[in-house]
């Protein structure tokens, strides 16, 4: 559960802007989503494997 500390003075927008934030960091969309559909583990160590051999030949300068 997120909790924001408003004070009184404390425009409702700046409240709003404080609380997108503080469940953006929480990622909690990010489970939901990542929970809907069940992936075998053997998929999900693949998709990370491919990511990480993305991740160095974008580093090395191999794709343009």
Do not use: W
């Amino acid at each position: 559960m997120l909790i924001i500390d408003s004070k009184d003075c404390e425009n409702i927008d700046k409240a709003l802007k404080k609380y997108k934030k503080k469940f953006e960091k929480s990622r909690t969309l990010l489970q939901l989503r990542d929970r809907q559909a069940f992936t075998k583990p053997s998929v999900r160590h693949r998709t990370g494997m491919l990511k990480a051999v993305y991740k160095q030949q974008m580093a090395a300068g191999k794709f343009d």
